[in-house]
């Protein structure tokens, strides 16, 4: 099962880096063909610049899924205040929504909430969850990023009412390379990897992440990560 998977993997990772390199090479070689205006040039280095810092990000993710694989990507947990983590998360929410047009609320307890975790990389999940929000709801939508204490975990929700996620796919959003419509949501930049690696971030906290969702409605991703009981540093 495990050589069937990481077959699949390296199947799955050179398509998702076959096809922006082709999409560049393609712009390029329409751009040269023939002389062009100024204009014709811009559009096409920047369509060139776009899918060349997609395909960054791409290798970003599938470097850092395989540093998890081979055990040398890791997190450091620290005793932190939780509410500092989605405070910060809550900045860039907030610069997301903006740029899509969208409402953002956050809603931060007054008591802290310690956790044991890497602040860095429980953001970077936040971010991914957020960022997903972002692009799966129509503009004039909402997102809320809130954060409470219950039954000794610390709960993190991100919620939107955008376009859902069908009854059928919603045991598959964690997989790697998963999108629901592959043509639209490479669209919008995604190669399916973001929620994977939210998921490998949360369990390494040894906390849980699950979802939520409606098609026409919105969805609730929810992260929880244990309290700290015993502060010790
Ligand atoms: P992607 O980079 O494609 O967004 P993810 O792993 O982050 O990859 O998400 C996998 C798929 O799950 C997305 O392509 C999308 O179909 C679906 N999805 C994730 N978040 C949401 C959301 N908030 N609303 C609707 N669909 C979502």
Redesign the pocket.
Known sequence: AAVKRMKQFTADASHELRAPVSLIRTTAEVAVMRERTAPEYRDALEDILEESERTSQVID?LMLLARADSGTESVELHSLDARNVVREAAEQGEKLARTHNLKFASEIPQAAILVRADAEALRRALL??M???????PTGGSVQLKLVAVNGFASIS?A?N????APD?LP???????????A???E???????????KWIVDMHGGVIE?Q?EPGK??L?HIQVPLDHNVTD
């Open positions: 993710s991914i969850l960022d997903n929000a972002a692009k799966y709801t991100v939107d955008g376009i859902g996620i796919d598959h959003v964690f997989d790697r390379f998963w999108r629901a419509d592959k639209r949501s490479r919008r930049g995604g190669a399916g990897l973001g929620l994977s690696i939210a979802v969702s919105g969805s991703f």
